[in-house]
């Protein structure tokens, strides 16, 4: 099964100011890590988890995201660059 990703306003307005193509490119690894990670999705057996915030951190970035059925809704993204 193959999930997508939902970006919120605000993370796509700190994308379009970070300062460059590489931290782009960094900050949408990330996002991928997290979309294909296991882990990050919801256990079904435990209703509660489907509203769990979950945070990824890479080298110079993190965002936080939300896991939903078929989705990862990326609410916030950090640069540290």
Known sequence: MRYGVVVEELAV????QL???RARREVMALVEV??????AW???????????IREAFG???WTQY???AGA???RDIGWAG
């Open 42 to 52: 919801p256990d079904v057996r435990d209703p509660g988890s489907m509203e769990e």
């Open 66 to 68: 939300l896991p939903h």
């Open 19 to 21: 300062p460059d193509d």
């Open 34 to 39: 997290a979309r294909i990670d296991p882990r």
């Open 59 to 61: 080298r110079r970035c």
């Open 72 to 74: 990862i809704e990326v």
């Open 13 to 16: 307005k700190v994308m379009t």
